[in-house]
């Protein structure tokens, strides 16, 4: 079966469930997937016996969704279309990355892996896209960066922007208007005690930014001669 074969619903599962768990060491929850995709919870158990059907999802202990082998495969392919069209859009037709996301998810339905290889090859076979999500490789691998949520990090360090995500766009929005982008160097300067913020100062500029605890959480980083903390594991 090739992911072609899948409705474009089925599609939007499998990917739902591989992004619920590229970042996260949680277990994949039929109510995690359900507030991810803005369906009832009824929609997604309709969803996920479909799956299991075509042998794509199994449940793991205490009910936590995973892929399958083929479950991952035809996932990391709907990823792949994603990530390489929101790259597209912003290197070749301007667009700005906060409004990439949707257009994607409209386009990623509709195109063969074979105009997708040529959108690799056209763009240099990039490695990851506008936000700093990893695009895996035709063969399906996946390199996930060894970066932290800024969140955990201990102050005072330096670290590199590694990933951004793109799940609020208003806050991309924001990101983009204060250089918080991905490759950015970050300050990370003592907050005031019993905050939630993070203050930083991006890239050597001399105003720092506060940071609230939704923003800090949305931003991934890797140290760059820093005391950041240790470094997630690799997907693949």
């Excluded at 277990?27 to 997937?33: D, E, F, K, L, Y």
């Excluded at 070749?92 to 195109?111: N, T």
């Excluded at 996930?144 to 955990?152: E, F, K, N």
């Excluded at 001399?206 to 594991?233: F, K, R």
Aim: proline share 5%.
């Amino acid at each position: 079966m090739s992911v072609d074969d899948l409705s474009p619903s089925m599609q939007n599962y499998l990917k739902v469930i591989w992004g619920l768990q590229e970042w996260s060491d949680a277990p994949v929850s039929n109510s995690a997937i359900a507030e991810s995709a803005g369906v009832r919870l009824s929609t997604v158990s309709d969803a996920l016996r479909k799956l299991s059907d075509l042998e794509l999802i199994g449940h793991a202990r205490y009910g936590s969704v995973t892929l399958t082998d083929a479950g991952r495969e035809h996932a990391v392919s709907m990823i792949r279309r994603h990530r390489l069209l929101e790259t597209y859009l912003v290197q070749a037709l301007g667009y700005e990355w906060d409004e990439v996301h949707a257009e994607a998810d409209r386009l990623e339905h509709a195109v063969s892996d074979g105009l997708i290889d040529r959108v690799d090859r056209a763009l240099g076979y990039p490695t990851r896209d506008p936000h700093g999500d990893p695009i895996p490789s035709a063969d399906g691998r996946v390199h996930r960066p060894d970066a932290v949520i800024l969140a955990s990090v201990t102050a005072p360090c330096r670290v590199r922007v590694e990933r951004i995500s793109d799940s609020d766009t208003a806050m991309l929005q924001y990101f983009a208007s204060r250089g918080l982008v991905v490759d950015a160097e970050l300050e990370v300067l003592p907050g005031e005690p019993y905050s939630e913020t993070v203050t930083v100062r991006i890239g050597g500029g001399a105003e720092p930014v506060s940071l609230g605890a939704a923003a800090a959480a949305s931003v991934w980083v890797a140290g760059a001669g820093s005391d950041a903390a240790a470094g997630s594991d690799t997907a693949s």
